[in-house]
């Protein structure tokens, strides 16, 4: 009979992570060569960015990939796309994709049911970084770039990949606008950052479990970003250019840390949140499915009666802790993953009452 060990198998196995990563770093680097028709259009000044979106890149692959092994983030990983892909499923749950993308990742919404001013700064951190992002890293791999239109002084081609989107001409409020828009992704980025700080440096509970590498440290790298990159905009319209290429450098040296810390941080989450689409998925469909089979057994919790996600949640959970080699068989009264969280922690009570007696109170 095989051993645990033998049978443990994480889905996909150990993924070749870093050949993935560095298949990552080669592949942006060829879109480099080719967005910026063979560096033509790459802007040497920014190559300290372009080298940091490089890192990355190799980074949040290596990241993802390690992530994605695990044999729990497998499961619910392999069920999800195996869900979107069935197309009986997909047509019944086609609302329920882009309805989860709006509630969990494009309005959060269920922060806001927590609280307003939770939900307003992390709408303000998570839209300020994206939409900082969007614009960036076009600008620094050389995909996205702006040119005086023919002769005239007046107007501007706008170009991504070597292709000429529009012409527009300057001093409308459109051209203010594209110029100016990191600027106003910089500030809806510093609303955000001050919120969070008031809010860790107030909230008794934040304070007593904060980390200051974890938690504060990338606040503060983001609020640096976020007023060297404004002040970048004062210089050059209102000090007329002094301390620009102080405050140039200061800003790149801030985005390029925060870039290599991306993928090891707090805010790989970012990358993370998407996959929660799947699970919402994985959650309702198998909910469904049990309610349709007029399924009952390890759906509900076994002391209690509880309903519990669903069977297929259970079973898997049950799957993936044989996978790791871990065994919670409580014998006669089924296994401790059939339970729920209160019956849990009212089992664990027993457990130690029955083994310290009086002791235990």
Not at 55 to 61: Q, S
Not at 175 to 198: C, K, P, R
Not at 211 to 217: E, I, N, P, S, W
């Amino acid at each position: 009979m095989a051993s645990r060990s033998e049978r443990h198998q994480p889905g996909i196995g150990e993924l070749p992570a870093s050949a993935l990563a560095l298949g990552a770093g080669v592949v942006t680097l060829v879109l480099i060569y080719i967005g910026s028709r063979g560096l033509r259009d790459f802007d040497a000044a920014l190559i300290g960015y372009a080298v940091g979106v490089v890192f990355a890149v190799i980074g949040l692959t290596y990241r993802y990939t390690m992530w994605i092994s695990r044999p729990p983030t497998w499961r619910y990983f392999r069920a999800g796309w195996s869900n979107f892909f069935s197309w009986r499923r997909f047509r019944r749950y086609a609302v329920l994709v882009p309805k989860a993308w709006w509630t969990d990742i494009f309005a959060q919404t269920f922060i806001r049911e927590r609280s307003t001013l939770r939900w307003v700064m992390h709408m303000c951190i998570f839209w300020g970084v994206v939409l900082s992002l969007m614009i960036t890293i076009p600008l620094s791999l050389g995909w996205f770039h702006l040119t005086m239109a023919g002769d005239s002084p007046s107007d501007y081609t706008m170009w991504f990949f070597g292709i000429t989107l529009f012409n527009f001409p300057l001093n409308t409020a459109f051209s203010f606008i594209v110029f100016h828009a990191l600027d106003f992704t910089a500030a809806i980025l510093l609303v955000g950052v001050l919120i969070a700080f008031w809010r860790r440096f107030t909230d008794a509970g934040l304070l007593t479990t904060q980390r200051f590498g974890f938690d504060l440290m990338p606040l503060v790298m983001l609020f640096g970003i976020a007023v060297t990159g404004i002040a970048l905009t004062f210089s050059s319209a209102l000090w007329d250019g002094h301390f620009y290429w102080f405050i140039s450098l200061t800003h790149e040296a801030i985005v390029v840390i925060w870039l290599l810390y991306l993928p090891f941080g707090k805010f790989f989450h970012i990358v993370e949140r998407p996959a929660t689409i799947g699970v919402t998925l994985y959650q309702q469909v198998a909910s469904d499915e049990d309610r349709a089979s007029g399924f009952t057994g390890a759906a509900r919790c076994r002391r209690c009666g509880t309903t519990m996600p669903s069977s297929q949640f259970v079973g898997d959970l049950l799957a993936t802790l044989d996978d790791l080699g871990q065994d919670y068989d409580l014998g006669d009264r089924g296994q401790l993953q059939e339970y729920c969280p209160t019956c849990k922690r009212i089992l664990r009570g027993q457990a130690y009452y029955g083994i310290l007696g009086n002791r235990f109170l």
